[in-house]
């Protein structure tokens, strides 16, 4: 391609001098025409659709009937989906805690330069590479009431009063997927406080232990303030992640039991893919819901944005 | 006054005795126990997937004897190395597509002018914190309707459209720490706006051509939604959606599932171990979008 369209250019330029800023412009745009076709046809397209769909009823065959608002009115009225709103939110707000404070205390740790550091974070960070999927059914193993390994371990332990199945019950099924999210994404989020330790200027450590203080002092003093910006990302980024949360949750209980464990993603995709034998695909009710999930992800985008301008 | 008192000490011992220091050793501790909590369910999966199929229930963390028939059957029995082949094919083929049309659009946003350039450029990026499950029931029925739904030529369109704005932002990133002297000396020289891209930018590009490769590979390699969606026939599931449909069809054997899984898990933790700072790089990034 390059070595027969360069030739063929090279000859044109000097006559075509006369434009060079106007090529240059429709280079700029056949540059770009690929990514935003792409973009209109599998993204741009589909919202708009999504948008026209939730406020229609459809089954997914025949014409989509126009219903206004009707989704979403009987959306307030329906059990199911306020469960599963508290319940992405529950799932959000724990994670968004435990995801950042977690990490952020072991990359602290992590950042003295002990020996074998590098050891460390590469074992930690293997959970980071291996899939939503893969990692939600090793842990469904693992959770297994027979001969999973954390029953196992509690009864070595002597604690096997304790053991049971933890995903089919409806108490313990948050705490058991919230667990395997911070295991997933420890090493992750590790990675990227560590990045932003990189960046603390030394000597300010230095000056804060002439001036006497403490280790305590100087990570609420100099180490959280200075990873302020790093700290609002990881925010960010598990709060998008804990409000669209899908796979895991899909994957490891599919929403149950008895929807005990069911976000807006799982909900919404059980009813436009059918999860029940037999039932209609409720495409308009599903992409309602699919726009609920949508405002949220922009509401707390924003809301993110300025709490972190302001800081 | 005290706090002269306490450094004293502190810096006289400074380098030689540190590992004795009972901070240090807690530390340690606590840094190898949480390693060994957050390796143990991996550990446990390779052990599981180890024992004979009648070792399931046995007791012991470590299995009776070692055999590799789990392996053996989920190869055969899955068609594990079909499924690896539609991973790879459809993985590779995304890749390649993103890294061309996100560098081409990449180097346009940071390096040519035209008009509407920024109104363009903030349209493809508002759409980064997109929820795959809000433009799925969308893109089930456009791919129905143009007749390419349960195709991999299908998903691997969605992939390449639904990647590309995060691809060519990091693209932009990096074609704007390029010096543009160069461009406008071939400019000068003659060279078309095409051959400045492929002969001379794209060239010096190649450490954030290789970050968005590995992001890129890692990220439609994991994806789940879209391949389990948009694929209906079993025969051209990629890895994902199958070890999902594992669980229900043979949760009475483990084995088999452990060994699918681990089969799964090997070569990306060795592709990580042997490009680990890429991979990070391409992660710590790529964690805008994902």
């Known amino acids: 391609m390059a070595v027969l369209t360069a030739p063929a250019q090279r000859e044109q330029a000097p006559p075509a001098r006369r434009g060079p800023a106007a090529r240059r412009r429709t280079a700029g745009y056949l540059f770009i025409l690929p990514i935003v076709v792409f973009f209109a046809f599998f993204v741009g397209y589909p919202l708009v659709r999504s948008l026209y769909l939730s406020l229609t009823q459809w089954s997914g065959y025949g014409r989509p009937k126009f219903v206004g608002l009707l989704n979403f009115s009987q959306l307030l009225g329906d059990p199911v989906f306020w469960q599963a709103l508290r319940t992405t939110l529950i799932f959000t707000a724990s994670t968004m805690i435990l995801q950042t404070a977690l990490p952020m205390l072991l990359a602290v740790f992590l950042h003295r330069g002990w020996k074998g550091s590098v050891v460390f974070r590469t074992l930690l960070f293997v959970p980071a590479v291996i899939s939503l999927v893969v990692t939600g059914v090793l842990w469904q193993l693992m959770y297994d009431s027979k001969f999973g390994a954390l029953n196992g371990v509690l009864r070595a332990f002597g604690l096997g009063g304790l053991a049971h199945d933890w995903l089919a019950d409806p108490v313990t099924v948050i705490p058991a997927l919230i667990l395997v999210s911070v295991w997933q994404t420890l090493g992750l989020y590790l990675v990227i406080f560590l990045a932003g330790l990189q960046g603390i200027d030394p000597t300010l450590y230095e000056a804060a232990r002439i001036d006497g203080a403490g280790g305590r002092q100087q990570f609420f003093h100099i180490t959280v303030p200075m990873l302020r910006r790093v700290t609002s990302v990881v925010l960010v980024l598990n709060m998008m992640n804990g409000l669209k949360t899908f796979d895991l949750i899909f994957v490891m209980t599919g929403g149950g039991p008895n929807h005990g464990s069911e976000v807006l993603g799982t909900y919404l995709y059980g009813l436009a893919f059918g999860s029940g034998a037999g039932a209609t695909p409720a495409l308009g009710y599903a992409t309602a819901i699919s726009m609920v999930v949508l405002v949220l992800c922009m509401v707390g985008t924003v809301v993110q944005l300025r709490l972190s301008k302001r800081g | ?290």
């Open chain 2, 1 to 290: 006054m005290t706090a002269d008192t306490s450094l004293a000490p502190r810096l006289a011992v400074s380098a030689p005795r540190r590992l004795l220091r009972p901070g240090r050793v807690l530390g340690y501790l606590f840094l190898i126990a949480l390693t060994a909590a957050m390796v143990f369910p991996l550990l446990w999966l390779v052990l599981t997937s180890l024992r004979p199929a009648d070792d399931v229930f046995g007791a012991g963390l470590l299995p009776r004897e070692i055999s590799f028939d789990a392996y053996v059957r989920a190869w055969t029995q899955l068609d594990y190395p079909g499924h690896f082949l539609n991973s790879l094919g459809i993985t590779l083929l995304t890749v390649l597509g993103v890294v061309a049309l996100a560098a081409l659009g990449g180097y346009s946003f940071a390096k040519l002018e035209f008009p509407f350039k920024e109104p363009i450029y903030v349209v493809l990026l508002v759409t980064l914190m997109l929820p795959a499950t809000a433009i799925v029931v969308p893109l089930f029925l456009e791919l129905r309707s143009l007749e390419l739904l349960n195709t991999r030529q299908g998903l691997i369109l969605v992939y390449i459209g639904t990647s590309l704005p995060f691809a060519m932002f990091l693209m932009r990133a990096f074609f704007e720490t390029l010096p543009d002297e160069l461009i406008q000396a071939a400019r000068v020289d003659g060279c078309g706006e095409f051959a400045i891209f492929w002969r001379i930018m794209l060239p010096l590009a190649r450490p954030g051509i290789a970050t968005v490769v590995i992001f890129q590979f890692m990220h439609t390699w994991n994806e789940f939604l879209f391949a389990q969606t948009l694929l209906q026939t079993p025969s051209r599931h990629p890895l994902q959606p199958v070890l999902y449909s594992l669980v229900g069809e043979y949760s009475t054997d483990w084995t088999i599932l452990a060994a699918s899984l681990v089969m799964t898990i090997v070569p990306i933790v060795v592709v990580y171990v042997r490009m680990q700072r890429q991979f990070v790089a391409g992660l710590t990034l790529g964690a805008v979008k994902d």
